[in-house]
């Protein structure tokens, strides 16, 4: 099974807000907060680390759940985030450069 | 506001984080408009690494929208470096105002690349011969315009900002239909802003009553004017405790020489980012914490006022007359023009007036004065 990597989609604006991700879509400056696990797993989104060790060095460790229920959640997740522009999904590593080049207004 | 930004706005309240700065970037300028409230000379603007030092400091207190505006933006030559930090290294929303005339093809891509929410033009008259009669730059509407053309190719959103004063009144209506021909927002802002040495010389630029009037029944501009001109409920004590405005509760203004202040339109010094760290001024400046403690019923005049709850009153102006929890008499001229009914401002400032009419009574010859003369 291949696995999956994410990285923050450089062209959104950002801030932690008590705890909670504030975040507006370069793409239609649609304003979105993420809970306290979506800010984990944005917060984790490197590119580089994929999601399972995310989910299971992150997010399993800050709650008590399931690693198989917990990564199929983190994946709905992440493609919900992709679909918005917010996150960048890959099965391939996701370098800065490509980020930085991804997506236009 | 959006329901979501109207959200965390209350939470950053309650936690006490400026959510939205406006940061100045130089006051210098290319082009000389009349009603402007700025010197244009540099007296010592921030460096490039002084201004990456507080976007940092900024980021870190939690501010999520930045205003990048000045004098001309464009005239910095490491804008587009700070642009780029503020966006990709501290990840803002950015927020330009600007008057556009050195943005070309090339600076509208790198803008669209960088990634900024909106870029915010001044357009005071869809007539060359009235704007750049204000602006004092031949041939400025036409490359403002060209700018927006650039930007609005290039996606971006694009806001043209018209002050309204006595050389455009006729005008506000052309510009709106340019805006709306090239598919850009429009926005009309009556107020002019002293100069901020106290300079109150150029408010005889703004509109008079009857003008205001006009503008405030324009159902193009206001929507329902029935609803827009209404006369508000009078204040209970829930309304009474509200916030003036977010000036120094979400927002706050930084100026190119590091001076921090409530807002930029309210230019009472509160600290400076060269001697002290930008969360500091914000938690602790004494100032900052005296406007912070201002709640409606705390207003001079204004708390008897029958528009409390509806007036626009700006803390800001209000400080430059002399008095930041006193009225600003061009939010009382407003409210007046809206509703028809004076403003408790305007009335005591006419019943003072009335006082200081001399009418003396020519004493007959060898009398004294029939009726006390006045001062």
């Not at chain 2, 927006?148 to 004063?165: C, D, E, H, P, T």
Request: glycine letters at 6%.
């Amino acid at each position: 099974m291949s696995r999956l990597y994410v990285a923050r989609n450089p062209r959104v604006a950002a801030r932690s807000l008590d705890g909670e991700m504030m975040i507006m879509s370069g793409r239609d400056s649609t304003l979105f907060t993420l809970n306290k696990t979506a800010t984990i797993l944005w917060q984790a989104a490197d590119g580089a680390t994929p999601l399972d060790e995310i989910v299971s060095e992150k997010i399993c460790r800050e709650f008590e759940v399931q690693p198989g229920e917990a990564l199929h959640d983190a994946e709905t997740l992440a493609r919900e985030l992709a679909d918005h522009g917010i996150l960048q999904i890959s099965e391939q590593p996701i370098s800065p450069t490509t980020s930085m080049a991804g997506g236009s207004r | 506001m959006s329901g979501l930004l109207e959200e965390m706005t209350e939470r950053a309240l309650a936690k006490n984080i400026p959510l939205t700065v406006q940061l100045d970037l130089t006051y210098r300028c290319n082009e000389r408009c009349v009603h402007c409230y700025l010197d244009h000379d540099d007296h010592g603007e921030m460096t490039t690494q002084e201004i990456k030092q507080l976007l940092d400091q900024m980021a870190d207190a939690g501010v999520f929208i930045l205003t990048l505006s000045g004098g001309e933006i464009f005239l910095r030559k490491d804008f587009f470096e700070i642009l780029e930090y503020a966006r990709w290294q501290r990840q803002f929303c950015v927020k330009l105002k600007t008057n556009a005339i050195m943005i070309h093809e090339r600076e509208a891509a790198r803008l669209r690349d960088i990634g900024v929410e909106s870029i915010q033009i001044s357009i005071y008259s869809h007539r060359p011969e009235v704007h750049d009669g204000i602006t004092l730059v031949p041939g400025s509407l036409q490359r403002s315009l060209d700018a927006a053309r650039f930007l609005k190719s290039q996606g971006l959103r694009v806001i043209f900002a018209n002050v309204l004063m006595v050389q455009n009144l006729q005008d506000y209506q052309g510009v709106r239909t340019l805006a709306g021909e090239m598919g850009v927002e429009c926005t009309l802002d009556p107020t002019i802003t002293p100069m901020m040495d106290g300079d109150r010389s150029i408010l005889s630029l703004a509109v008079d009553h009857n003008a205001l009037q006009k503008v405030f029944r324009d159902q193009g501009l206001v929507g329902d004017v029935d609803e827009f001109c209404t006369i508000a409920a009078p204040g209970d004590d829930n309304s009474l405790a509200a916030l003036p405005c977010s000036a120094g509760h979400t927002a706050c203004y930084v100026s190119p020489y590091g001076d921090v202040f409530p807002c930029v339109q309210f230019p009472l010094p509160t600290g400076n980012i060269r001697k002290q760290r930008f969360l500091d001024i914000w938690r602790y400046s004494d100032q900052m914490n005296d406007v912070r403690s201002i709640r409606l019923k705390d207003l001079t005049t204004c708390t008897s006022c029958t528009h409390v709850t509806s007036c626009t009153r700006c803390p800001g102006l209000a400080y430059m007359e002399g008095n930041m929890r006193g009225p600003s008499s061009q939010d009382c001229e407003k409210s007046f023009a809206r509703t028809g009914v004076p403003s408790a401002n305007m009335l005591a400032k006419k019943r003072t007036s009335a006082n200081l009419i001399q009418i003396q009574v020519l004493p007959a010859a060898g009398n004294a004065p029939v009726s006390g003369a006045i001062a």
